[in-house]
Antibody, heavy 120, light 107 residues
Framework: QVQIVQSGAEVKKPGASVKVSCKTSGDTFTSYVIHWVRQGPGQGLEWMGWINAGVGNTRYSQRFQGRFAITRDTSTSTAHMELSGLTSEDTAVYYC?????????????WGQGTLVTVSS | DIQMTQSPSSLSASVGDRVTITCRASHNINIYLNWYQQKPGKAPKLLIYGASNLQSGVPSRFSGSGSGTDFTLTVSSLQPEDFATYYCQQSYNTLVTFGQGTKLEIK
């Protein structure tokens, strides 16, 4: 069955960067789009961007343009996200989720979430 | 960006009640609208995709409707496990936005 497993919790200082990984199994990695969604403490869901795992093209929310990047490694069926210039406002649980490639992006499988804490 | 507005932000109801949550898009999004349920400390769970299609394994008491800018999620008879936060999500033009969420609490 499909599984998505994310890397562990991170604690970072303001100004630093964080990289979170998202490993999928149980299906063809390159047939899907991987999205990143975050949720601040007590807050709602915020979409950050996606990568087409087959072609490798990306699209990001304007809110994160310039300090956010998604990459993928097809040999390990893993997507990575990197967020730079961290502030306390970036403290959140970061989720990756899978959607089809057709543009009707609904997220049928999610990772377990990775808590990123930004604190001096 | 397309903005999604859910109402109400919170809702108190009893087991067995029928409840409806509304989601309004700032622009026409056809049927590119999905619904999720989230419980504390857990990842969201897909309930409805394409405005009205029930995800596999989701109980039939959940249903969705709408197109264009106005959408609804209905739970026909609330069960204890349905008390959670619900989010709508649109994906028109391959950009994604979520509604702000509706917290469904036990009365």
């Amino acid at each position: 069955q499909v599984q998505i497993v994310q890397s562990g919790a991170e604690v970072k200082k303001p100004g630093a960067s964080v990289k979170v990984s998202c490993k999928t199994s149980g299906d063809t990695f390159t047939s899907y789009v991987i999205h990143w969604v975050r949720q601040g403490p007590g807050q709602g869901l915020e979409w950050m961007g996606w990568i087409n795992a087959g072609v490798g093209n990306t699209r990001y929310s304007q809110r994160f343009q310039g300090r956010f990047a998604i990459t993928r490694d097809t040999s390990t069926s893993t997507a990575h996200m990197e967020l730079s210039g961290l502030t306390s406002e970036d403290t959140a649980v970061y989720y990756c989720a899978r959607s089809n490639i057709l543009g009707t992006y609904y997220f049928d499988y999610w990772g377990q979430g990775t808590l990123v804490t930004v604190s001096s | 960006d397309i903005q999604m507005t859910q109402s109400p932000s919170s809702l108190s109801a009893s087991v067995g009640d029928r409840v409806t949550i509304t989601c309004r898009a700032s622009h026409n999004i056809n049927i590119y609208l999905n619904w999720y349920q989230q419980k504390p400390g857990k990842a969201p769970k897909l309930l409805i995709y394409g405005a009205s299609n029930l995800q596999s394994g989701v109980p039939s008491r959940f249903s969705g409707s709408g197109s264009g800018t106005d959408f609804t999620l209905t739970v026909s008879s609330l069960q204890p496990e349905d008390f959670a936060t619900y989010y709508c999500q649109q994906s028109y033009n391959t950009l994604v936005t979520f509604g702000q969420g509706t917290k469904l609490e036990i009365k």
